[in-house]
Nanobody, 126 residues
Framework: QVQLVESGGGLVQAGGSLRLSCAAS???????MGWFRQAPGKEREFVAA????????YYADSVKDRFTISRDNAKNTVYLQMNSLKPEDTAVYYC????????????????????WGQGTQVTVSS
């Protein structure tokens, strides 16, 4: 089992920035990583993904050019840098991981992931 712990959430005004962190209990070099979010009453939606080798990234259109996913395998940590935040970004953000043999492959569906963190709340005010 892999444990994931998110941190870095909080309250920020529209236009501000936050950086979320996801600390993994295992080495991350062989894992594809992703970020998802879920607002109250809404389904969980894809935000960003990073391939197993960290070289390929993919973003939802709603966050493209504003959010950046990255990782530091030495720290077993994946990050989500969020800039130009909007009220509609308000949600609980979840980190997800999937061990994969396909190092250039990213995953954008929640069902593709095996491990999940507990989530961290991000609230963007007007």
């Amino acid at each position: 089992q892999v444990q994931l712990v998110e941190s870095g959430g909080g309250l920020v005004q529209a236009g501000g920035s936050l950086r979320l962190s996801c600390a993994a209990s295992t080495r991350t070099f062989s894992y594809a990583m992703g970020w998802f979010r879920q607002a109250p009453g809404k389904e969980r939606e894809f935000v960003a993904a990073n391939s197993g080798n960290g070289a390929v990234t993919y973003y939802a259109d709603s966050v493209k050019d504003r959010f950046t996913i990255s990782r530091d395998n030495a720290k077993n940590t994946v990050y989500l840098q969020m800039n130009s935040l909007k009220p509609e970004d308000t949600a609980v953000y979840y980190c997800a991981a999937r061990e994969t043999l396909y190092r250039d492959t990213y995953y954008s569906q929640a069902s593709d992931y095996t491990y999940w963190g507990q989530g961290t709340q991000v609230t963007v005010s007007s």
